[in-house]
């Protein structure tokens, strides 16, 4: 194995390492397969096979005959996991300190899951072999051709400096370290056709990046063809704004006070949208319908989408409302918040309240709604009274009317609600949760409908 040291002199003498191939597997999986081979050494689990205890005649002077004399075996030196354990700390340890040494110029490092069997892990040795080669092999033709040419694995040949180096005037950082919201390009194809920032930052094999000319720039898998295309069209033209927007951290988003930030903490992108229109009336809805931020009982994630542009702060409601202030945030400057606001929502103790306000509260909403459904809809299910039916119809009406339930989650429980409904249907309002409905003849296929209801109960018909 390569030592500290090794790595390091390596490293001060340049020999021009392309690749540092590390085979990654989880400490679990590490100890479970060292234990695995000490317990199939010997039944002790011993690292090293034991040697036991044996017997040999005595020969010295004044033995007695037939007499023996024990040798002591020597003892394991390791046994059992634990052992591993503290081994495979140093090991960590050594590794990082080898690949810091390796990858003080370049990003030469290529992980392979060690997970499988040694065949499987040779195949992925492999074809990281011949993926980066087959790289550099397009990246040399199209260099020779004066082509753009993809930088794909172009980290195992090039210093980092020099990668930095080369960034367009499309950098984030203008020319900054790689990696990060601070270390993207600008996709140059959204600037000239649309006047977009759409920030694209670089992966980790730099599979979005080509190389135009001496520069090199991230673009964006939506646009790539074009630029390969039509190069010199899209590389030039009118630079950058001076300002750029930039993503504050989640940290560093919620020590932002809403005082500190314009708008008084109010979503731009709603307030340009607008209230829209009511679905009824077709009428403009009052403006205040479009100013919203983030409520104080909401979580932590809610409150971190700030940006910063043009020395002040945003915050926004979504991460999709975050996107569309980072691709044009000059849309949403200079708005203005009309004279009445929306009233300051605190927070309420729900533990201080008398009965009737902490119901009002919590759930006195959905089980209005629930209740005005379930008067409407006075279900009878086949075998079930009034009242099981309609206490099965409510939990039924609250779960696919959950707040928090995905798109799929709310089809599949809606599904299960109009099951219901129509199983419910067989009976008459007025008749009886275990007689047939009346009149009806005896071929109806409703009659076939009653029995297999009766049989089955109610999970029939809500099998999500």
């Known amino acids: 194995m390569l030592g500290r040291e090794q790595a390091e002199l390596l490293a001060a003498r340049n020999l021009g390492m392309t690749r540092v191939l590390v085979l990654e597997a989880s400490d679990y999986s590490t100890t479970a397969r060292a234990s695995a081979q000490l317990a199939a050494k010997h039944a002790s689990g011993a690292y090293l096979f034991p040697t036991p205890d044996s017997s040999s005649p005595d020969t010295s002077e004044g033995a007695a005959e037939g007499a023996t004399i024990v040798i002591a075996g020597v003892a394991a030196v390791m046994t059992g996991a634990k052992s591993v354990a503290p081994e495979l700390t140093l090991f960590n340890e050594e590794s990082v300190a080898i690949r810091m040494a390796l990858l003080v110029h370049r990003d030469i490092e290529q992980c392979v899951n060690a997970e499988g069997n040694r065949t499987r892990v040779q195949a992925q040795v492999r074809e990281s072999l011949l993926a980066s080669a087959l790289g550099r092999q397009a990246y040399l033709e199209k260099r020779q051709r004066g082509h753009p040419a993809p930088m794909v694995h172009q980290r195992l040949w090039m210093n980092r ?42 992966d980790a094999t730099l599979s979005n990046m080509l190389q135009i000319g001496a520069e090199v720039v991230c673009v964006s898998a939506k646009h790539r063809r074009e630029l390969l295309a039509s190069p010199g069209y899209y590389m030039r033209g009118s630079p950058l704004p001076s300002d750029l927007p930039r993503k504050l951290q989640v940290d560093e988003a919620l020590m932002v006070p809403n005082d500190v930030l314009k708008y008084k903490g109010y979503c731009p992108v709603t307030l340009y949208d607008g ?31 700030v940006a910063e542009y043009a020395g002040n702060k945003y915050r926004m409601l979504s991460e999709e409302k975050l996107q569309r202030f980072m691709l044009t945030p000059w849309t949403f400057v200079g708005l203005h918040l009309p004279v009445k606001l929306p009233l300051e929502v605190k927070a309420i103790d729900l533990s201080a309240l008398p009965l009737v306000g902490y119901l009002e509260q919590t759930v006195v909403d959905e089980l209005t709604l629930g209740l005005l459904s379930l008067g409407r809809a006075a279900p009878r ?54 007689q047939m409905p009346t009149p009806l003849k005896p071929a109806d296929p409703i009659v076939d409908k009653f029995f297999e209801l009766l049989e089955a109960g109610p999970k029939a018909c809500t099998p999500n």
């Open 275 to 305: 209230p829209g229109t009511d679905a009824d009336s077709r009428q403009p809805l009052p403006i205040q319908e479009a100013i919203k931020r983030p409520t104080v009982d909401e979580p932590e994630l809610a409150r971190s989408y």
């Open 381 to 434: 299910f086949p075998g079930l009274t009034g009242k099981e039916s309609g206490l099965k119809y409510l939990a039924l009406h609250l779960r696919a009317n959950k707040s928090t339930n995905t798109p799929l989650d709310a089809r599949l429980h809606a599904a299960n609600l109009q099951a219901y409904k129509e199983a419910c249907a067989v009976l008459s309002r007025d008749a009886k949760g275990a």
């Open 161 to 202: 400096d020099e990668v930095v180096e080369r960034r367009s005037r499309f950098s984030r950082a203008g020319g900054g370290a790689l990696g990060g919201d601070g270390g993207g390009d600008y996709c140059p194809v959204s600037w000239k056709l649309d006047r977009t920032l759409l920030l694209v930052p670089p």
